[in-house]
Nanobody
Framework: VQLQASGGGLVQSRGSLRLSCAAS????????VAWFRRAPGKVREFVAA????????LYSDSVKGRFTMSRDNGKNMAYLQMNSLRPDDTGVYYC???????????????WGQGTQVTVSS
């Protein structure tokens, strides 16, 4: 599976962005999909994930209520709608696929190249 993240950019605080993750390969529907981010000077952290075969998303506490993740297996796509953005949401956002039992752990087998999100105050 190859993943391509897009949709990042520069946005003002309290603004919105929608990230997309395009996947190649028919196995996408059989994989859990996740979004992670890496802020400047920090380690990569979990943002959201949807387990394969389900539609319910798991979110980190820092984005819960502001971000919404979805996936469309027919189109091999995953999305991250980000609302009420804050400066501390700034970072490179990565989509990932495959994953293990614990969705928030970054042991995913496939990673996209990342898309930069910058939130100005």
């Amino acid at each position: 599976v190859q993943l391509q993240a897009s949709g990042g950019g520069l946005v003002q605080s309290r603004g919105s962005l929608r990230l997309s993750c395009a996947a190649s390969g028919r196995a996408f529907r059989n994989y859990s999909v996740a979004w992670f981010r890496r802020a400047p000077g920090k380690v990569r952290e979990f943002v959201a994930a949807i387990r394969w075969g389900t539609a319910n998303a798991l979110y980190s506490d820092s984005v819960k209520g502001r971000f919404t993740m979805s996936r469309d297996n027919g189109k091999n796509m995953a999305y991250l709608q980000m609302n009420s953005l804050r400066p501390d949401d700034t970072g490179v956002y990565y989509c990932a696929a495959q994953g293990g039992a614990r969705l928030e752990e970054d042991n995913y087998g496939y990673w996209g190249q990342g898309t930069q999100v910058t939130v100005s105050s």
